[in-house]
């Protein structure tokens, strides 16, 4: 006698729903992998228990470990107080200022010598 597959207890347990939910868990942590570039988890645990007369109770837990992001930084500098600031203290600051809009340039078109030109 041989085992039965053990695919054949996924489509069957809980009506196929441990089969289901493994394949959307599985769909989610290549997406956070491909996205984040680092590694992930999925860990199926499956629990067998005495259920008497020769039954079993069996159980299912399942665990994904997605890879956390990346999360930026931002550059402070410190401050003889030792207060941090964004501003580098040590950098000058140009004393700018906002303009207007430039006036829109007019074509006048072609020149009267090169206008005679073309006739």
Same mark, same amino acid.
């Given at each position: 006698?041989? %085992? ?6 996924? &489509?069957?347990? &809980?009506?196929?729903? !441990? ?5 959307? %868990?599985? *769909?989610?942590?290549?997406? $956070? ?14 629990? @067998? ?5 020769? $039954? @079993? ?11 956390? /992001? ?8 410190? !401050?003889?107080? *030792? *207060?941090?600031?964004?501003?580098? /203290?040590?950098? /000058? ?10 006036? /829109?340039? &007019?074509?006048?078109?072609?020149? %009267?010598?090169? %206008? &005679? $030109?073309?006739?």
């Amino acid at each position: 006698m041989s %085992a039965r597959p053990f695919l054949d207890l996924l &489509r069957e347990h &809980r009506n196929g729903l !441990t089969h289901e939910e493994l394949t959307e %868990a599985l *769909n989610e942590i290549v997406e $956070a992998v491909a996205s984040e570039g680092k590694g992930g988890k999925l860990t199926l645990t499956i629990a @067998v228990k005495p259920h008497g007369d020769g $039954a @079993v109770m069996v159980m299912d837990e399942l665990k994904i470990t997605k890879p956390k /992001p990346t999360k930026g930084g931002s550059i402070f500098f410190v !401050t003889p107080e *030792n *207060n941090l600031i964004r501003q580098d /203290p040590k950098q /000058p600051s140009l004393p700018l200022r906002e303009i207007g809009a430039a006036e /829109p340039v &007019r074509d006048i078109g072609p020149s %009267a010598s090169a %206008a &005679r $030109a073309l006739a």
